[in-house]
């Protein structure tokens, strides 16, 4: 849960409102013991209060931006006047990141980072205030929307210069910080701004989007585009930032955000509520399909966002990735592969209820809301997908596998006591699973999957790498595209369910053989 600027004493950052949150470690505790973690806001503004000792300490050391005639640049953003720390400087960063101490102390469970491009509503000299956007350039200096001034000084360098990189060194601030006060844990960091290298230490959301179709529709593009570039950890508000949903783009967008390796429902304040809760039914039953289905998808989520962090392959792809050859995939920006083999084509038009989709080339599975599959249908061509408002349209790759787990109301681990393996079999398998504690840096697991299909048999073995214990004493397989079998050799179990080969074994199985 995500607190906001409301959370502090005047939008004095590092402080809380002790009417509104006289015990911050107690609600912190509470709120962890029905499974929900505290995130709250942190903005780089610091207040211009003599006595404030944040601000106090930043004057007296030389951290702040100056401006062009040397003294300590004041702005307004949520604080009047505010300052701003210079990130670019070592001893800068490290004094900020120690202001997280009593955050970790209060069982905060990471920070949000915003406003950090950094914006700046007004530049104030003496008694006189100056709108950014309205103000003549004499009182400003030459800058581009509501920001720092290009001559703005970072200790030797310009704004100009270091304009991008502000909201990275704040972002360094904290992951340092964090690591020096907690070592133990992960931080976790979300940042509106950032440039090249934020994934190194922050998620990142896409900023003030507004509750438009249109705006569903992008966030995909931006997405992808962001995941190319090597920021893989990203999302986008759900609704809306802005304006007013109804309760059809709500679906719409939970469908899309169940995907989405950040996920969360955010509005702005003085904007109607956007909690699925608002919009009655049949939208809150729709919407609770959507999380209890990002739920099942967590153990392939946290794969991939592993395999993110080794191999810098995003969560979501984009189709022309495994197609680079193919036209029709390069000009699909409607659809997208969760991982390797899981084509996802979310509806993002009002009023849709069916839509067009196209398969690369392959054999594909239809295997809508993750539920039972359809016939398999060949790649290399278009297809007509039913979408009704409750239809997510999907399709498994063949020779793809997806595991998932149940629904729960939050997850603490990442080490699953339940695990369903979803097997499109083919002349070759291949498949992973990243487990671990969920939190800090201990003991983990990576399984791998192989498996071929030969004549009248199919031959599917797992090998693990880790020293990290199992949570589960059994695992369930489902094998989609094969016929009833002669004979399975190494499971406990099997059975055929609406044409497909359920399988129980051993959570510890090596080796499976299906003869068909």
Known sequence: MSLDIDYMEGYKVWTWDRTRYPDPAGLA????????????????????????RVYDEALARDFLVRNDRGSVLLGEVWPKPATFPDFTREEVRTWWG???????????????????????????????????KTAPAVHLGKVE?????????????RHLEVHNVYALGMARAAYE???????????????????????????????????????????????????????????????????????????????????????????????????????????????????ERRYRLLPTLYTLSHEASVEGLPVMRPLVMYAPGDEEALRTDDAFLFGK????????????????????????????????????????????????????????????????????????????????????????VEARLYEDAGEGYGESRLTRLSGERGGERFVLERRTEGSLPLARDTETLRLYGVPVPREVVGAREHRMRDGVLELTVDARWQRLEVRL
């Open 29 to 52: 505790r509470e709120a962890a013991a029905q499974g929900v973690k505290l995130v709250p806001i942190i903005d780089p503004a610091v207040k211009a209060e003599p006595g404030y």
């Open 98 to 132: 120690r202001w997280h101490q009593g955050l970790l102390e209060a069982g905060i469970a990471g920070v949000w980072n915003d406003m950090n491009e950094p914006a700046c509503f007004s530049l104030l000299n003496g008694r006189e205030t100056f709108d950014i």
């Open 145 to 157: 929307g509501p920001t720092l001034p290009h001559d703005a000084r970072h200790g030797h360098r």
């Open 177 to 291: 910080g964090m690591r020096e006060l907690a070592p133990e844990r992960r931080p976790f960091i979300l940042t509106r701004a950032g440039s090249a290298g934020i994934q190194r230490y922050a998620a990142v959301w896409t900023g003030d989007n507004s509750s438009y179709w249109a705006h569903l529709e992008l966030s995909l593009t931006m997405l992808l585009g962001l995941g190319l570039s090597g920021v893989s950890f990203v999302g986008v508000d759900v609704p809306g930032f802005l304006g007013r949903a109804n309760g059809e783009l709500l679906v719409r967008w939970m469908q899309m955000g169940t995907f989405y390796p950040l996920m969360r429902n955010h509005s702005g304040k003085g904007t109607p509520p956007q909690e699925p809760w608002r919009f009655g039914e049949p939208y809150l039953s729709l919407a609770r399909e959507c999380l």
């Open 341 to 428: 083999d899981l084509l996802v084509a979310p509806v993002v038009r009002q009023g849709q209820r069916r839509r067009l989709v196209y398969l690369p080339e392959g054999r594909w599975i239809p295997l809508f809301n993750l539920g039972v599959p359809e016939e398999a249908m060949e790649g290399n061509q278009h297809v007509i997908a039913e979408a009704p408002l409750g239809t997510v349209p999907m399709w498994l790759r063949a020779g793809g596998a997806l595991a998932l787990t149940e629904p729960a109301l939050h997850t603490t681990s990442a080490n699953w006591s339940q695990l369903t393996w979803h097997v499109h079999v083919a002349e070759r």
